[in-house]
């Protein structure tokens, strides 16, 4: 497997990083996840726009076009064929010694590696979800490399058995460990606004266009966990998700949502991107 690491392909076992690297120090860094379907890329310009932003909240000199050629470069070592994949782009603050400031004249970190994810096959799949607190920052906006609770919050789904974590804030639907949640609920569809408490998700968005495409009324509204009994569908979206139904939401031992099976807004929209990626 070969890595990108500033400036040149490199097998991974010699890719290595100082220690004194602040994204290994401090978690003081920024990724992404583009995918790529048979080798082509979806959504490329939303997901580098989106890093573009995070390194200017955070102060990160790079100018993201540099990352372009790298890209393509990717997928082609990556040596997918029609395979799926993805590509991990991750940019840390850099090299100095430990300070809590921003240090002057660091050159940051970039490491760019392409991966084989099954992106398709998401239709067929159905879900249960743990709801859970939402304790991280209240920077849900920026891709921060720091992600030790959404990684606490995630494994606690895993060890019980669930797909994925849901997070609330005070009672508030926010978003999942790793995905963005949708609701149905009278044939017309929520989600959590954009804000500081959720990732501005690049599927959610192209979901929110299909929706308008698809004349499904959309509101960028949030739903409360006490409003789940009046849900008739949930899904989740996401780079590695796809749009995936949900069959369950269960917290502290509770039932808060339970279906047989996805409902058919769920997979009206499904089909509309299985149809966008293909
Ligand atoms: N996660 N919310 C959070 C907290 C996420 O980490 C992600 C993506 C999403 C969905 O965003 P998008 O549609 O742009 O992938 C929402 C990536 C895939 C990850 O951490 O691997």
């Not at 279906?259 to 997979?267: D, P, V």
Request: contains cysteine.
């Amino acid at each position: 497997e070969v890595v990108y690491l500033n400036g040149e392909w490199l097998r991974q076992e010699h890719a290595t990083i100082s220690v004194f690297d602040r994204g290994f120090i401090f978690g003081d860094g920024l990724y992404e996840v583009i995918p790529f379907y048979s080798g082509k890329f979806f959504l490329k310009d939303a997901h580098l726009n989106r890093l573009r932003y995070g390194l200017n909240q955070v102060h990160i000199d790079f100018d993201v076009s540099r990352l372009k050629p790298v890209l393509e470069e990717a997928v082609t070592k990556v040596k997918l064929g029609e395979q799926d994949g993805a590509v991990y782009i991750q940019i840390t603050r850099g090299v100095a010694p430990r300070t809590h400031y921003y240090p002057e004249n660091v050159t940051p970190t970039i490491l760019v590696y392409a991966f084989p994810v099954a992106l398709k096959g998401f239709d067929k799949r159905f879900v249960d979800v743990l709801i859970t607190e939402d304790y991280r920052w209240h920077r849900c906006d920026i891709k921060a490399t720091s992600l030790i609770a959404n990684v606490a919050m995630n494994d606690e789904a895993i060890k019980n058995g669930f797909h994925e974590t849901i997070l609330h804030r005070q009672g508030v639907i926010t978003e999942g460990s790793h995905s963005s949640i949708f609701f149905v609920v009278n044939n017309e569809v929520y989600t959590h606004p954009e804000g500081h408490y959720i990732l501005p998700g690049i599927t959610r968005k192209a979901v929110i266009d299909l929706c308008k495409k698809l004349d499904v009324v959309i509101h960028e509204d949030p739903l409360k966990i006490d409003q789940l009994s009046e849900v008739d569908e949930v899904f989740l979206t996401g780079t590695t998700t796809q749009i995936l139904g949900v069959k369950s939401m269960i917290m502290n031992g509770e039932v808060c949502f339970k279906k047989q099976e996805a409902g058919e807004i769920t997979k009206r929209l499904q089909h509309a991107f299985i149809a966008l990626t293909a």
